[in-house]
């Protein structure tokens, strides 16, 4: 009996191969809000060729840029939690709902540098911060760096008095509006994908965010200044759920969190450069308001008051250790 069972499955694989009905690939959906010309979209890339190859095309990798699937608030962070999606790399500060320690990346000038904020993922503090997604049912699996904020409007913005009155979208996030009233001004929560048209619309008067950022939403468009204030960093978060990983198989996950790490040193290597392309090109886009140390010092100062009011929600002991890394 045990003999025409064995003759049956052989049977059964040889004709299911011959009719084409081959295993079905893993498929890993990546949901983005940015394009793919970003630190974020190229690190995507790169995730998904070195996955694809390695799996010898038994993994797939589909992405979703620019908002086209989920935005990364809660629509997203929920399509993640339930499986619809298998990889978001939200900015930092969008998982606060989780632990408000994740504003970290919101403090005003807490990081120097991207080697600064590079030093920092690979502390104990980092590790602590990804671990304690672990009871939403997300794996942190690292972070990958975008750059600096800065303010664009229709006028120069350069010293604390500039900002009064205005309203300014941000992220939503304590931090972020804690900053803005800091300045005499307002945060305006909105989507990422929703600030072009409130720019245009004069919803808000202007916006904050990296130089790829703002030269890939075509901002440049909408507003005439650029005032390179550096003032908090926007970086990013990758997580997965646990219902995908623990569905790999042991060769599959290598796989996987290869292709993550590979695409860490991606990010890392064009995220600089990247910011730095675009801020050549919104050159001759924009009016760029150059701040001196001086005018940075006085926005620090100005800012303070933030430290006082989330430098306890944050966690001093982990604003310290990133200071500890400067
Ligand atoms: C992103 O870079 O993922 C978008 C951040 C934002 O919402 O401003």
Do not use: C
Request: aromatic share 10%; glycine share 6%; no cysteine.
């Amino acid at each position: 009996m045990k003999r025409i069972g064995a003759l049956f499955t052989v049977l059964a694989l040889t004709l299911g191969a011959s009719l084409g009905l081959a295993a079905k690939p893993v498929v890993i959906k990546f949901s983005f809000v940015t394009t793919l010309n970003t630190p974020k979209g190229k690190a995507a890339q790169a995730l998904k060729a070195y996955i694809e190859e390695k799996s010898g095309g038994t993994m797939k990798v589909e992405l979703y840029p620019s908002s086209q699937l989920y935005k990364d608030n809660a629509e997203g962070l929920n399509a993640l939690i339930f499986n619809n999606i298998q990889l978001l790399v939200p900015s930092a500060t969008k998982l606060k709902g989780y632990n408000p320690a994740f504003q970290f990346v919101d403090m005003p000038y807490l990081f120097k540098d991207t080697e600064h904020f590079k030093r920092f993922t690979q502390s104990e503090a980092a590790k602590k911060l990804l671990n304690s997604l672990d009871k939403a049912g997300l794996v942190g699996l690292g972070f990958w760096p975008n750059g600096f904020v800065h303010f664009t409007a229709n006028k120069p913005l350069r010293k604390p008095e500039d900002f009064k009155g205005l309203k300014f979208r941000t992220q939503t996030s304590g931090v972020l509006e804690a900053m803005m009233k800091a300045l005499g001004a307002t945060a305006v929560p909105l989507a990422f994908s929703e600030v072009y048209q409130a720019l245009q619309q004069g919803v808000v008067d202007g916006q904050e965010n990296t130089l790829s950022n703002i030269y890939t939403q075509r901002y440049y468009e909408v507003q005439k200044y650029l005032s390179l204030t550096r003032h908090h960093r926007l970086d990013y978060v990758v997580i997965t759920n646990k219902i995908f990983l623990n569905s790999l198989t042991p060769e599959q996950k290598k796989i996987f969190l290869e292709g993550i790490a590979h695409a860490n040193e991606v990010a890392f290597a064009e995220a600089e450069k990247l910011n730095q392309d675009a801020l050549n090109k919104l050159r001759d886009l924009m009016e760029v308001v150059e701040l001196t140390d001086a005018e940075r010092e006085a926005l620090a100062e100005a800012l303070k008051p933030v430290y006082d009011q989330y430098g306890d929600k944050v966690g001093w002991d982990l604003i310290n250790a990133i200071k500890a890394l400067r």
